[in-house]
């Protein structure tokens, strides 16, 4: 089996102890990962520490840094291809997501590269006329950045640009499902020629998490993941006072008004929950549709669903391949069951089907009926999509913002006041209009309640990374007067 390895002070190393990983389309081993000890962690942490105050990368300008990120993006358009069949093999994502994924990843480092000599401080017009006074932004200092199996190489992109841009370092422990694609990706990054120790790499399970996340050298947690584990990081973060950015989960709405564009808003659908297998935090997962075009949505939308090509996910013709991981998939059989039961009617889909690896079909449930069953309000993370109709606007906004997350929202309609309006009632970080399913360096990223805070993306996600100091430079060449009284 292929051996991976940790990334820790510019060496790679086997680890403390190593477990299999499994190929989801098969549920067999494929590869030996290496998992870290509370030793191991330290040690990365350590050697991120060392590197934040070296001369090497704390000298480095900022342009330097941008050339430095410029470097890694094209090393990480010359290997993506190969780093998409790794995520394809280890996490069993379909290879014609991967690839287009991984090519676009790349943008975010060009974006954070040429950000970071923009980083600018600010003059204050202060109200003291023997003073200069002006703001400087520096970098935080340690990072440690936790991210998920999925899209992994997207969601450390806008931890690890940004914080590299502002000057940080980085410990980026990526999950012990399916880690294979980070652990190349620091092969990557070796090539590119950052000083030694501004990023490592580990994987490892709850003793490395809270390890890492308690640590008295980091001074920041970025964390993408869900939010059981979210409460821990924030009660570790206490032992250090560490900031946190967390980009948790979701149970976004997907409002379609009687005017929309059907076949339009059928295919956002489509890609909003089945996408990905519907392992997204931003899935369209609940479907607040109008109940004049409910059954003819309904049925365009199990039509499509039902001849979605569901196979290997290392074809290019395949369009939804197997869940993660075993636990997935019990867990979407628990949740419609027992959705069912209180009272969920089942349009589409919802059992397992016989032979190797985790796969699931799409699945869609009618809950207009059901408005307690548990499929609204709970996150599958898998390819089900819950349903329910609302008869007027201000029903659609509340059945949107009746949930504890609020990460995304989708809104079809052709009335430019009613989108407007939706706008500005939906409590969530993104709203996409007529779309669904877009992202850009550009543009932030993130949500509020159960999703977490902080944003991903754009300028304020590199702000995120740093601190400010004041600078106080007093320009007369008087004494200072009375040295009991505050100036």
Sequence with gaps: MQQFHHYIGGQFEAGSAQFDSLAPATGRPWAKMPEASSADVDRA????????????????????????????????????????????????????ETSAQIAYVAEYYRYYAGLADKI???????????????????????????????SQLFLSAVKIGPALAAGCTVVLKASEE?????????????????????LNVITGGPEAGATLTSHPSVAHVAFTGGPDTARHIVRNSAENLASTSLELGGKSPFIVFEDADIESAVNAQISGIFAATGQSCVAGSRLVIASTIKDEFLARLKEKAEAV?????????????????????????A??????????????GGSAPDGPGYYFPPTILDCSEAPDAPCLNTEFFGPVLSVVSFDTEAEALRIANDTKFGLASGVFTQSLTRAHRMIRGIRAGIVWVNTYRAVSPIAPFGG??????????????ALDYTKVKAVWLRTSDEPIPDPFVMR
């Design 120 to 150: 600018e401080g600010a003059h204050l017009p202060i109200d003291k006329p023997d003073m200069e006074v002006w703001l400087r932004r520096e970098p935080l200092g340690v990072v440690a950045a936790i991210v998920p199996w999925n």
């Design 335 to 348: 949740l419609i069951a027992a959705s069912t039961e209180a009272g969920a009617k089942l349009v589409t």
């Design 45 to 96: 942490v350590q050697a991120a520490e060392d590197a934040f105050f070296a001369p090497d990368w704390a000298d480095m300008t900022a342009s330097q840094r941008g050339k430095l990120l410029l470097r890694l993006a094209d090393l990480v358009t010359e290997n993506a291809q190969h780093l998409a069949e790794l995520e394809t093999r280890d996490t069993g994502k379909i290879i014609r």
């Design 448 to 461: 509020h309640g159960l999703s977490g805070h902080g944003r991903e993306g754009g300028l304020q996600a």
């Design 178 to 198: 399916a880690p294979a694609p980070m652990l190349e990706f620091a092969r990557i990054f070796d090539q590119a020629g950052f000083p030694t120790g501004v």
């Design 309 to 333: 090509v569901i196979g290997a996910p290392d074809d290019m013709a395949t369009e939804i391949g197997p869940l993660c991981t075993k636990a997935q998939r019990d867990h979407a059989l």
